[in-house]
């Protein structure tokens, strides 16, 4: 009777799992069927202009703070110079500007001067920037991209998640021990962003 019992508690326990593992499969693949009548992966009418700046990094002759103002005036005087050639019918507007990570190092959420420029150059050229900035919030630094409307100014933001050891931060820093000179781009850590983090200012 009670190998029996044991028996029939096996075969249920059994079934249970492999019923669990069917749903497991079957129940994606059913749901993803179902939703091919609501997502289309044919190409789309129009075409978007995209201009990318490369504003260059100078190197020689400049101490940590003085290069990354001009990291990003290099990227401000790029962009008014397209804006220039746009106004002057030699090349197509764009509908959105790339700056690259790290073109501005200087916080414009803190620095009334990197805002202004960099609202000028989204003024200039007519179209969305997406600049890359270094931003302080909360004590931390973050690795931010940052949408600036010619017309609203800062939008939407992104905060880069999976930051780069020796690029962004110093590990083991705790054994190098207090008497170990770390020069300006390890005064402080970057932060990794939340997992969802997109906001509008």
Do not use: C
């Amino acid at each position: 009777m009670r190998l029996t019992l044991e028996s029939r508690q096996t075969r249920v326990v059994r079934r249970s799992a492999a019923t669990v593992a069917l749903l497991s499969v079957a129940v994606p693949v059913v749901g993803a069927l179902a939703a091919r009548g609501l997502v289309s992966d044919k190409a789309e009418d129009g075409t978007t202009t995209v201009a990318v700046i490369q504003g260059n990094v100078p190197r020689a002759g400049l101490e940590f703070n003085a290069q990354r103002r001009a990291v990003l005036d290099y990227h401000v005087k790029e962009t008014l110079r397209l804006a220039a050639k746009v106004k002057a019918g030699k090349v197509a507007k764009p509908d959105v500007v790339l700056w690259p990570e790290n073109s501005s190092d200087v916080d414009p959420f803190a620095d009334a001067q990197a805002y202004t420029d960099i609202d000028e150059a989204a003024k200039a050229i007519g179209a969305p920037i997406s600049v890359g900035g270094v931003v302080a919030r909360d004590g931390k630094l973050y690795n931010e991209q940052i949408l600036w409307d010619p017309v609203k100014g800062p939008t939407d933001t992104y905060d880069k998640r999976q930051i780069q050891p020796f690029g962004e931060y110093l590990p083991m820093r705790s054994l190098l021990g207090p008497s170990t000179r770390i020069g300006p781009p390890w005064s402080a850590r970057t932060s990794a962003g939340a997992p969802s983090r997109a906001s509008s200012p």
